[in-house]
């Protein structure tokens, strides 16, 4: 169980999007649609879950595109994966979409955005992204049900660990707990570095 | 504020996938200005977070790549951030994360801070007691070890200096502190040794290596280096048969130079 999960390519195909953002960031356009080819699944599929509305998730994956060609002379690949920087950028900007709708919408919407797991109908059937959707789902039986919940309902939901602790009738302090180490656990268990 | 650092410390799963409210963000970035061990812990959250994310990956329209192309075309991209001094490079924050300057460096504190005497004085004795806990076998010593141990991450001329490239992808750092003459290890995710063999630490002491124990209990993530400090100017560990060697007889794993002592 506790033995990583890889897939023997994984780190050519994690060491290219490195290097185009690095050269996205002298100006290549090219670079960045190549680039953009392989992360704009995946930002569209992350912001979706999150959002639910096809054209806001749309507008807001355009938004986050963008974003990263904007702001490319700010990726480090020291520090960290040009895959999970712009997936970080995605999901902080969706959240931040979903928050602001959410104060203005009313609590019926959101119980209906609440109550619907991922959609994995509308994954794409493509080798790759179904080999990690198995890791990931894989990784996740691993998880007690109240870690599973608090990560997905944090991470795909993009609820706060307030709004987790309340669908789930646990205490605040469980839900944080839950959280980390349910994360802990899905990084020994994917075997991912920083 | 009334919450203590040490809740705070906990927060680094909600803060990397944005499940915190606004004001507990701002004091989780305060915090992690002090707490190099929180910001590592962060980063590696947030690249488990991304892989669960590309779990969900659809396929976007034609017409989406084409507007995103053409509108880069337009954008003006930012200038690089300010060059950093290369051991303290800006890292892969996000947008947001990106005037968190001081989250990027390891400032003298920062293991102190995050594994001692972050929650006031009552987390040096905290930490003491789950450490003496998980060598309850060995009795008084380990009490007496964690304790120096404590001492060592907590003083204030502490040092530290990261050891990178660790067997397995892990990594560490060494904290050393003159006044005490002692020094510590303190590793993230290091593989247990392969069977039959164990992590020997070792003082680099004008250019012999001095054993400094043994890096036992697979349980711990800090180890007290045994013996003075001395004039050493860096440390080691390396791979050897269990119960260790009187000297190293395989290549260093880690090979680090103590920071130079001030004048």
Redesign the interface.
């Known amino acids: 169980m506790k033995e990583p999960v890889r897939i023997s390519s994984r780190a050519e195909a994690q060491s290219e999007p490195d290097a185009l953002l690095t050269q996205a ?1 002298k ?1 290549d ?1 090219d670079a ?2 190549e680039l ?2 392989r992360v ?3 930002v ?3 912001v ?2 999150v959002l639910r509305d096809p054209s806001q998730s ?1 507008e807001v ?2 938004e986050v ?3 990263v ?8 690949p ?4 040009a ?10 900007r969706a ?1 931040d979409r979903a928050r602001s709708a959410q104060a203005a919408s009313d609590r019926e919407e959101r119980a209906a955005r609440l109550d619907r797991t ?1 959609d994995y109908d ?3 059937e ?1 080798v790759e ?1 179904r080999l ?2 198995e ?3 894989r990784c ?1 039986r691993t998880l007690t049900e109240i870690q599973r919940q608090s ?1 997905t309902l ?3 939901k ?5 709004e ?1 602790a309340e669908l789930l009738a646990q205490p605040l302090g469980t839900v ?2 839950r ?6 656990r ?2 020994d268990c ?1 075997g ?3 | 504020m009334t919450r203590t650092t040490t809740e705070l410390h906990t927060l680094t799963g909600a803060y990397a996938v944005h499940a915190l409210q606004p004001d507990e963000e701002a004091a989780f970035e305060r915090h992690l200005g002090d707490c190099a061990a929180c910001s590592v812990e962060v980063a590696e959250l947030r690249a488990t977070a991304a892989r669960v994310g590309l779990a969900l990956a659809e396929q976007p329209s034609p017409r989406m790549r084409a507007e995103v192309l053409h509108r880069i075309g337009e954008v003006r991209q930012e200038p690089p951030p300010r060059q950093q001094p290369p051991s303290d490079a800006p890292g892969t924050d996000t947008p947001r994360g990106l005037r968190r300057r001081a989250a990027r460096t390891w400032p003298t504190f920062a293991l102190a801070a995050c594994l001692a005497v972050a929650a006031g004085f009552g987390g040096v004795a905290v930490w003491q007691y789950q450490r003496a806990e998980q060598a309850q076998e060995s009795g008084q010593s380990a009490q007496n070890r964690a304790a120096r141990l404590a001492e060592v991450l907590s003083a204030p001329d502490a040092r530290t200096v990261p050891a990178k490239d660790l067997p397995g992808g892990g990594s560490g750092t060494v904290v050393v502190s003159r006044d005490q003459d002692r020094a510590a290890f303190v590793a993230s995710r290091l593989p247990r040794a392969p069977e039959g063999k164990t992590y020997q630490l070792w003082y680099a002491d004008h250019g012999t290596m001095r054993s400094a124990g043994l890096m036992d209990a697979s349980s711990d993530d800090a180890w007290l280096l045994e013996g003075p400090l001395g004039r050493a100017s860096g440390m080691g560990i390396t791979v050897e048969p269990s119960g260790g060697s009187t000297k190293p007889t395989s290549e260093p794993v880690v090979l680090v130079n103590f920071p130079a002592q001030q004048a």
């Open positions: 960031a100006g356009q960045f649609a953009y080819d704009a699944g995946p569209l599929g992350l979706r879950s749309e994956t355009q595109l963008v974003e060609w904007r702001l490319a002379t700010h990726f480090n020291d520090k960290g994966s895959m999970t920087w712009i997936m970080t950028l995605a999901h902080r959240v991922p509308h994954v794409v493509q992204a990690e959707r890791q990931v789902r996740l990560v944090a991470y795909y993009g609820l706060t660990y307030r987790v944080k707990t959280l980390r180490d349910g994360l802990i899905l990084r994917l991912v570095g920083a």
